[in-house]
């Protein structure tokens, strides 16, 4: 199992399955094939898809004590970077087609629909985890701020869980699911926190 994680392959793998939301969507705008409404379709698939990468990133470190699987927090990064990836695209279907890029009119929609206001705090705190992301980042700051700053993360996952259950109101289900999945995997991370802690690198 050890060979498998360590190996180049199994990350170049991951990658390319982590692109297949993406090039699902690409497909389907070159097809046509959105459904009747293109832009809710977009950000529907996008927002579904940045909630999952939040929920596999944070997934790794339970992950890894459960079954004894150190070399798991090589995907760690990647799979962060991707949830920033979809998140950016949800934020670009919602700035261009919903707001026609009027910074102005955003704003006041921030201010105003408060599960736009959580969603939008989700997206910016997810900003600085990105920047930060490489083992540079880890040396400049140093591995325990460094460690400090990426648990934003847990409420970069908190606020979109809330801003998916404010927009669904009727079935939630769905927003309920992740949730759960977020608590999960903070209460399992702390637990783990003794086998964590000594290993701050995002490398693999
Ligand atoms: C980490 C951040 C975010 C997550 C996890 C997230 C997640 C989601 C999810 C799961 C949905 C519903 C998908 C479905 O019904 O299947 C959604 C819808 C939506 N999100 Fe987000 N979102 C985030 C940030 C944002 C931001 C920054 C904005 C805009 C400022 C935004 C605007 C919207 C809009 C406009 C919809 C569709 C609303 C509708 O159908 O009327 N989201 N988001």
Redesign the pocket.
Known sequence: MRALLVSKWTKVAVFLLCLIPFGDLVWRIIKSDLGANPV?FL??????W??RF?VFTLCITPLRRLFNLPDLIRFRRMLGLF?FFY?SL??L???GP?QAFDLAA?WK??AKRP??TV??A???S?IPLALTSTAGWIRRIGGKRWQMLHRLIYF??V???I??YW??KSDVR??LF?GLGTWVSKRRSQASVSVAAPRVSVNG
């Open positions: 809710e950000q529907h698939a996008t927002g579904d940045t909630l939040l949830a998140v949800h934020f279907t919602y700035l919903d955003m929609d921030v599960f736009i969603g939008f989700a997206f910016v997810l970069a996952a606020c979109g869980v801003h998916y927009l669904v769905k927003p992740y």
